[in-house]
C-alpha cells in the first residue's frame, strides 16, 4: 500500500511562494501523478500533472504560476507555486493521474492572505 505524505504549506501572502513536496512511501508509483487540490466548500480538483517522463499539464487558472516536478528516484513530487493568489488558498493532495489510484494522505493546507 502506497501512503503520500504531503507538505511545505503554510501562510503566505498574495504574491508570495510555496514549494511543496510529495514524498511515497513505498517503491510503487505511479506512472503519472497529479497536485490536487481543494478549496473551502469546493470539491477537490486537479491543479497539475506530471508524466514519468516528465510531461506536464496544467490546470488554467495556476498555467504560468505554478510548476510540477518530479524526482522518481526519490520517489518525490513537487509543486513550486509563485505568485499565489487568494483562490489558492486549500489543502493540496497528491496522488496518481488520471486514476486516483492511492489511499489520499493528509494533504498540506495553503493559506493565501494579506
Known amino acids: 500500500q502506497v501512503q503520500l505524505v504531503e507538505s511545505g504549506g503554510g501562510l503566505v501572502q498574495p504574491g508570495g511562494s510555496l514549494r511543496l513536496s510529495c514524498v511515497a512511501t513505498r517503491s510503487a508509483f505511479s506512472i503519472a501523478m497529479g497536485w490536487y487540490r481543494q478549496a473551502p466548500g469546493k470539491e477537490r480538483e486537479l491543479v497539475a500533472s506530471i508524466t514519468w517522463s516528465g510531461s506536464t499539464n496544467y490546470a488554467d487558472s495556476v498555467k504560468g504560476r505554478f510548476t510540477i516536478s518530479r524526482d522518481n528516484a526519490k520517489r518525490m513530487v513537487y509543486l513550486q507555486m509563485n505568485s499565489l493568489k487568494l483562490e489558492d488558498t486549500g489543502v493540496y493532495y497528491c496522488?496518481?493521474?488520471?486514476?486516483?489510484?492511492?489511499?489520499w494522505g493528509q494533504g498540506t493546507l495553503v493559506t493565501v492572505s494579506s
Open positions: 496522488n496518481s493521474y488520471p486514476n486516483t489510484m492511492y489511499a
